[in-house]
T-cell receptor, first 113, second 115 residues
Framework: GNSVTQMEGPVTLSEEAFLTINCTYTATGYPSLFWYVQYPGEGLQLLLKATKADDKGSNKGFEATYRKETTSFHLEKGSVQVSDSAVYFCALTPYNQGGKLIFGQGTELSVKP | GAGVSQSPSNKVTEKGKDVELRCDPISGHTALYWYRQSLGQGLEFLIYFQGNSAPDKSGLPSDRFSAERTGGSVSTLTIQRTQQEDSAVYLC?????????????FGPGTRLTVL
């Protein structure tokens, strides 16, 4: 079946620290991969995506590379800010299944000044 | 243009009552998705529509749950005989196509509390 596994949170970092949130997936065929973010009190929004192997998605200083050989899509940012505090969800859309998203359990990030 | 809107934003109901949740997708978006976010189960897919038809209802938890879409636009998710385990945030998303790489845009959600 299709599934996504993320590192458990909460993750607490100091401002300007390096961030990695691990994400691995199981899927048949060639899924597309996504990171969504949910800021406090706000709705879910797309952070970045990659649609084929070796693609790198990037946005707002965040990056993630689609690694087919390790079935991973780890999220990284070189220097986090307090405003990055949020819950981050890794997700995939299985190949040819109408675009439905399969989400990981979410990782809460708290950045302290 | 406007984003995805959902109503009501909050709904409190008694166990055994029926509820209807509404989703207005982004104008022109042909695909519409319903998800549920709960503490125990995380974010789960429920159903999606292409136009007015629902090719995949595999995520609906029981036959108490149903959904429809009319005019290729507004969708309603109905939960009959609500149970306490139905308490969750129900999210709607829309996109311009069904391809997995197409971005889905989410609404703010309806928080359902079953007493």
């Amino acid at each position: 079946g299709n599934s996504v596994t993320q590192m458990e949170g909460p993750v607490t970092l100091s401002e300007e620290a390096f961030l990695t949130i691990n994400c691995t997936y199981t899927a048949t065929g060639y899924p597309s991969l996504f990171w969504y973010v949910q800021y406090p009190g706000e709705g879910l929004q797309l952070l970045l995506k990659a649609t084929k192997a070796d693609d790198k998605g990037s946005n707002k200083g965040f990056e993630a590379t689609y690694r087919k050989e390790t079935t991973s899509f780890h999220l990284e940012k070189g220097s986090v800010q307090v405003s990055d505090s949020a819950v981050y969800f890794c997700a995939l859309t299985p190949y040819n299944q109408g675009g439905k998203l399969i989400f990981g359990q979410g990782t809460e990030l708290s950045v302290k000044p | 243009g406007a984003g995805v809107s959902q109503s009501p934003s909050n709904k409190v109901t008694e166990k055994g009552k029926d509820v209807e949740l509404r989703c207005d997708p982004i104008s022109g978006h042909t695909a519409l998705y319903w998800y549920r976010q709960s503490l125990g189960q995380g974010l789960e897919f429920l159903i999606y529509f292409q136009g007015n038809s629902a090719p995949d209802k595999s995520g609906l938890p029981s036959d108490r749950f149903s959904a429809e879409r009319t005019g290729g636009s507004v969708s309603t998710l109905t939960i009959q005989r609500t149970q306490q385990e139905d308490s969750a945030v129900y999210l709607c998303a829309s996109s311009s196509g069904l391809a997995g790489r197409v971005t889905q845009y989410f609404g703010p959600g309806t928080r359902l509390t079953v007493l």
